[in-house]
């Protein structure tokens, strides 16, 4: 199954990047519950969108809320981010690196 979704740490703190089913939709959330640091998976075989940790087996919805198992009610912290051109933001940001798959 092919992923949406980005998982990193930038500075210190675990994030990750996920694209919408409309696949121009973008969410940016720091992945972490009371310091326990999640994975996610997207939820397969669904009709809606949907993600799953891997840690507790919650399910989560596009805006970072989890809709169902051990942290249902919870909410991730929201990251602002900005959909940009590539030519437009290396213009003013020329040491940009490329994120790559398998990264670190």
């Known amino acids: 199954m092919k992923q949406s ?7 210190g703190v675990p994030i ?4 919408g089913d409309d ?5 940016a959330f720091e992945r972490s519950v009371d310091g ?3 994975e996610f998976l997207l939820k397969p075989n669904t009709s809606t969108f ?10 989560w919805d596009f805006t970072g809320k989890a809709t169902g198992g051990q942290l249902a009610g919870r909410q991730l912290k929201k ?19 490329v994120y790559k798959l398998g990264d670190r």
């Open 5 to 11: 979704l980005i998982l990193d740490d930038l500075g």
């Open 36 to 38: 326990r640091k999640l």
């Open 79 to 97: 990251i602002s981010i900005l959909n940009d051109y590539w030519f437009d933001w290396m213009t003013y940001n020329p040491r940009t690196g």
């Open 50 to 59: 949907a993600m799953v940790d891997a840690e507790t087996g919650s399910e």
């Open 16 to 19: 990750f990047i996920v694209v």
């Open 23 to 27: 696949k121009r939709s973008m969410r």
